[in-house]
C-alpha cells in the first residue's frame, strides 16, 4: 500500500501555509457638517433651562447701561456707539464669559474624554458648542438694540442688519471664550478670563471711542466685538456708508474664523492630555 504525501493532492494546503485573515474595512470618517449639526442640536437641547435666565440677565444688564448712560449722552454719534456696544453686549456675555466657563469645566471634569472618543471631528465640538451659545443671544440682542433705538431716538429701519451682526460677532466672541477656557489651566481662571473678557467688552465697546485715551483706542480696536459694534453703529445713521458696513463685517467675520481656529487648536490640546 503506497502512501502519498499530503502536499502533492489537488488542493491540499497544509496548516502551516494558510493564508492570513484580511485586515477589516473601516467605516467612513465622520464629515464635518453632520457632526456639527449633531453636536449643534445636542448643545442646545442641553443649555437651554439653564440659559435662559442667563440670557435674561444678559439682557437686562445691557437695558441697564444705557439707561444709566441716557443721563450722559443726548444723541449723536455717541449715542449710537451706546446703542451698538449694549446690543453686542449680550452676546459677549453668553458667547464669550459663558462659553469660556462651560469649557473650563469640561476640561477639568474629564468631560473632554466623552467627546474624544465620539467619532466627530474636533472643528464640529467646537463649532457645535459656539454655535448652540451664540444662538441663546439673538432674543436678547434684538430687544437691546430696538429698546436702545426707542430710548435714544435712533431709526430702526436698519435693525435688519442684526442678520450679520450677530453671527460674525458671535463667531469671533465664542471662538476667543472657547479658547480661553480651553487653555486655562483650572477653571477658576476660565472664569476670571471670561470675565476679564466680558468686561472689556463692557467697557471698551459701549463707552464711545471718541471719549477714550490713545492708548484705549488700541486696545479697542484688537476686541474681536469692536467690528461688529462699529458695523451696527454705522447703520444708525442718517445716511450709512454700506461699504466701511460691509468692510467692518469683513473684519469680524476674518477674527471669527482666526478664533475658532485657534480654540479648535486648543481642543485637540488640552484632549490629547
Do not use: K
Not at 86 to 93: E, K
Amino acid at each position: 500500500m503506497s502512501v502519498v504525501p499530503a502536499d502533492v493532492l489537488p488542493g491540499a494546503v497544509l496548516a502551516g501555509e494558510e493564508t492570513a485573515p484580511e485586515p477589516a474595512v473601516l467605516g467612513p470618517r465622520a464629515r464635518l457638517w453632520p457632526s456639527l449639526a449633531a453636536v449643534y442640536r445636542a448643545q442646545l437641547s442641553r443649555a437651554r433651562v439653564a440659559r435662559i435666565p442667563l440670557l435674561f440677565v444678559a439682557t437686562f444688564q445691557s437695558v441697564g447701561i444705557m439707561i444709566l448712560m441716557r443721563g450722559v449722552v443726548d444723541g449723536g454719534a455717541e449715542a449710537r456707539a451706546v446703542v451698538a456696544g449694549s446690543a453686542v453686549l449680550v452676546v459677549a456675555f453668553v458667547a464669550l464669559n459663558l462659553l469660556a466657563q462651560y469649557f473650563g469645566q469640561l476640561r477639568a471634569s474629564g468631560g473632554l474624554d466623552h467627546y474624544a472618543t465620539l467619532p466627530v471631528p474636533p472643528a464640529a465640538v467646537v463649532l457645535g458648542a459656539a454655535g448652540a451659545y451664540a444662538s441663546f443671544t439673538v432674543p436678547g440682542t434684538v430687544v437691546t438694540a430696538a429698546f436702545g433705538c426707542v430710548l435714544f431716538g435712533l431709526p430702526m429701519a436698519h435693525l435688519w442688519v442684526l442678520v450679520a451682526v450677530i453671527p460674525l460677532s458671535g463667531a469671533a466672541l465664542a471662538g476667543l471664550g472657547a479658547a480661553l477656557g480651553l487653555l486655562a489651566p483650572r477653571p477658576e481662571f476660565a472664569t476670571l478670563l471670561g470675565q476679564l473678557g466680558m468686561s472689556a467688552a463692557l467697557l471698551l465697546g459701549v463707552l464711545p471711542a471718541e471719549r477714550l485715551p490713545e492708548a484705549v483706542r488700541v486696545a479697542r480696536d484688537l476686541l474681536p466685538s469692536t467690528y461688529g459694534v462699529e458695523a451696527l453703529a454705522r447703520t444708525f445713521a442718517p445716511h450709512p456708508d454700506w461699504a466701511l458696513v460691509l468692510g467692518d463685517l469683513a473684519v469680524c467675520g476674518a477674527v471669527g474664523v482666526l478664533s475658532l481656529a485657534v480654540a479648535t487648536w486648543a481642543y485637540r490640546r488640552a484632549a490629547v492630555r
